[in-house]
């Protein structure tokens, strides 16, 4: 089920970030609980859309976007190593892609480690396209119309 996110899924969200992207990630990260502190002072802005197998089980995905504008931001997608290749990361990324359309955005954008191979394929299949390459920071940003795109 998706789901919004509850307080209660703070630790499991802060989980799918320490086993799934820190590992992954070229940046140095806060251990222990500097980087649950970070982490959910970031799930504190904007929204995010958790994958669960009931309301009170454990998330085994999430996504949280921020809304800037009309831009609809994708800050942290995760989902846990058993699975995926299941499409929940494209079907959280069709939600946040449609909650962001109900906000009034018109673009989407995300930003990809310069390493992470697998995200940059995984973005553009869902539509994204690179505007630019940000080598000083490792980061690749995508982007994606949501303008001409419909309701879904």
Not at 4 to 22: A, E, F, M, N, Y
Not at 97 to 102: D, V
Request: proline residues 4%; aromatic residues 10%.
């Amino acid at each position: 089920m998706i789901r919004w996110k509850q307080p209660r899924d703070d630790k499991g969200i802060v989980d799918l970030v320490r086993t799934q992207l820190v590992p992954i990630s070229p940046w140095q990260h806060p251990r222990d609980r500097r980087l649950h502190n970070e982490i959910t002072r970031r799930l504190r802005k904007g929204a995010t859309l958790v994958i669960a197998q009931s309301r009170r089980s454990v998330p085994l995905a999430f996504l949280q976007m921020e809304f800037r504008y009309k831009i609809l931001f994708i800050n942290l997608l995760a989902v846990h190593s058993q699975y995926q290749n299941r499409q929940w990361g494209t079907e959280l990324m069709k939600r946040a892609e449609q909650h962001g359309r109900k906000k009034g955005c018109t673009m989407a954008r995300v930003y990809v480690d310069d390493n992470n191979t697998r995200a940059l394929r995984f973005y553009q299949r869902n539509g994204y396209y690179i505007v630019r390459l940000l080598p000083e920071l490792r980061f690749i940003e995508l982007a994606k119309s949501l303008a001409d795109e419909g309701w879904n």
